[in-house]
């Protein structure tokens, strides 16, 4: 069965703290992604990785970085975290040449 | 600029009733479109999808609609159960240069689905 996880379903942090969020995908899928949702604003790409040690800036990259040292995991990282980071993360995989992509269950982040 | 457009940020439907969600896009170089369903406190969960050279594809009480000429697709849902109601999510996968086959999604509809 397919799945998506991620290391914690809500987080509380600090304005200025380092925020990990961890992403592990178990289908040897090539490609993944980290999303964030906002009420209103739909899903929104943050980055993508095509590939180990690969990464692609998506539409709102400013204030994450990305890291992506094996294929089944991805890390998304907020080297100081903002008010206006609050929001809910959700990563995905999928295979290269797929349209699908598979969705963890999401990380409510509130950063105070 | 938003590509995928749902213009209705929700819809309220009565149990065993037809339930029509509606998607908009603006660019023609889209070759294939997907739905999927949010619960709350969940990730999306893929419904169902259509490629661009079909203007109709079924799964049991799902069925997507896609108007090329009118860059509109739609999701029927029939009969509408109360375990419907959640948030759909568009998505459009586009096959451009430039585009690195990444989906682009709409805002949302929120169903709620009354018994």
């Known amino acids: 069965d397919v799945k998506v996880t991620q290391s914690s379903r809500y987080l509380v942090k600090r304005t200025g703290e380092k925020v990990f969020l961890e992403c592990v995908q178990d289908?040897?899928?090539?490609?993944m992604f980290w999303y964030r949702q906002d009420p209103g604003l739909g899903l929104r790409l943050i980055y993508f990785?095509?590939?180990?040690?690969?990464?692609e800036k998506g539409d709102i990259p400013e204030g994450y970085s990305v890291s992506r040292e094996k294929k089944e995991r991805f890390s998304l990282i907020l080297e100081s975290a903002s008010t206006n980071q609050t929001s809910m993360y959700l990563c995905?995989?999928?295979?290269?040449?797929?349209?699908?992509?598979?969705f963890g269950p999401g990380t409510r982040l509130t950063v105070l | 600029d938003q590509q995928v457009k749902q213009n209705s940020p929700s819809l309220s439907v009565q149990e065993g009733r037809i339930s029509i969600l509606n998607c908009d896009y603006t660019?023609?170089?889209?070759?294939?479109f997907l739905w999927y369903k949010k619960y709350p406190a969940e990730g999306p969960t893929f419904l169902i999808s259509?490629?661009?050279?079909?203007d109709k594809n079924e799964d049991g009480r799902f069925t997507v609609f896609l108007n090329k000429s009118a860059k509109h697709l739609s999701l029927h849902i029939v009969p509408s159960q109360p375990g419907d109601s959640a948030v759909y999510f568009c998505?459009?996968?586009?096959?451009?240069?430039?585009?690195?086959?990444?989906?682009?999604f709409g805002k949302g509809t929120k169903l709620s689905v009354k018994p």
């Open positions: 995905a995989s999928s295979f290269v040449l797929r349209n699908e992509q598979f």
């Open positions: 289908m040897d899928h090539e490609n």
């Open positions: 990785s095509y590939d180990v040690k690969m990464k």
């Open positions: 660019n023609s170089m889209f070759d294939y």
């Open positions: 259509i490629s661009s050279i079909k």
């Open positions: 998505a459009a996968r586009g096959n451009y240069g430039g585009s690195q086959g990444n989906l682009i």
